[in-house]
T-cell receptor, first 115, second 112 residues
C-alpha cells in the first residue's frame, strides 16, 4: 500500500517556540492532505484539510495563525505550531489521499511535548 | 455535519473468540466507511473498508457489515489473537466532505 512518512517522530520544545512537522507521501501524489490531533485515549480530531497549491481549510475552533499549514508540492505538507504552549502537547497525525479516491493513508504520527 | 458514535469503548475477549464493534452515523450522504487499527504510539492503519453500494465485505478473519437504512456499520473479528489487541476506530466520509469523521474508538484486549 501507499506509504506516508512524518518527521520528526517526536519533539520536545520550550514554551513559546515554533515547531515544524513534515508529512510526505513517498510513492504517490497526494492531492489532498489532512492534519489530525489526538490527545491521550481520545479519537482523532481533524484540524485542517490542505489541497496542493491552495490555502488550507481549517476546522472550527482551530486557529489558522497558530497552526500554519503549507502544501507546496504533491508529496509534502508541513504543519508549523507557532508559539507552542503546553496545551499544544499532543500526537499530530497526517494523512494523504490521491485524487478522487476515498482511501486515506496515515503517517506514523509526531508526538509533540511542550515544556 | 457528520457524527459517528462507536460502542463499546472497551472490549475484552478470550483468544479464539469473536469480537464485534458497532458504529452509527448521522449523515445519510456518507458513503465510505473505513475501519482503522491503531497500536500504541503509532498512526492508524486501514484494516478494511466498505462503500455504501455494498452490504458486507470480508477479508480473512475480518468482516464489515453496513445497514444504510439504519445508518450503522459493524466490524467483526473472528478467531481473535493476542496481536489483535489495539484500539479500533470506525470512520465515515462522503463525496462532498472527503475528510473522515472518526468514532471515539474501542480498546480491544485479547486475553491469551
Amino acid at each position: 500500500g501507499a506509504v506516508v512518512s512524518q518527521h520528526p517522530s517526536r519533539v520536545i520544545c520550550k514554551s513559546g517556540t515554533s515547531v515544524k512537522i513534515e508529512c510526505r507521501s513517498l510513492d504517490f501524489q497526494a492531492t489532498t492532505m489532512f492534519w489530525y490531533r489526538q490527545f491521550p485515549k481520545q479519537s482523532l480530531m481533524l484540524m485542517a484539510t490542505s489541497n496542493e497549491g491552495s490555502k488550507a481549510t481549517y476546522e472550527q475552533g482551530v486557529e489558522k495563525d497558530k497552526f500554519l499549514i503549507n502544501h507546496a508540492s504533491l508529496t509534502l505538507s508541513t504543519l508549523t505550531v507557532t508559539s507552542a504552549h503546553p496545551e499544544d502537547s499532543s500526537f499530530y497525525i497526517c494523512s494523504a489521499k490521491q485524487g478522487a479516491e476515498n482511501e486515506q493513508f496515515f503517517g506514523p504520527g509526531t508526538r509533540l511535548t511542550v515544556l | 455535519g457528520e457524527n459517528v458514535e462507536q460502542h463499546p469503548s472497551t472490549l475484552s475477549v478470550q483468544e479464539g473468540d469473536s469480537a464485534v464493534i458497532k458504529c452509527t452515523y448521522s449523515d445519510s450522504a456518507s458513503n465510505y466507511f473505513p475501519w482503522y487499527k491503531q497500536e500504541l504510539g503509532k498512526g492508524p492503519q486501514l484494516i478494511i473498508d466498505i462503500r455504501s453500494n455494498v452490504g458486507e465485505k470480508k477479508d480473512q478473519r475480518i468482516a464489515v457489515t453496513l445497514n444504510k437504512t439504519a445508518k450503522h456499520f459493524s466490524l467483526h473479528i473472528t478467531e481473535t489473537q493476542p496481536e489483535d489487541s489495539a484500539v479500533y476506530f470506525c470512520a465515515a466520509s462522503n463525496e462532498g466532505r472527503r475528510a473522515l469523521t472518526f468514532g471515539s474508538g474501542t480498546r480491544l484486549q485479547v486475553q491469551p
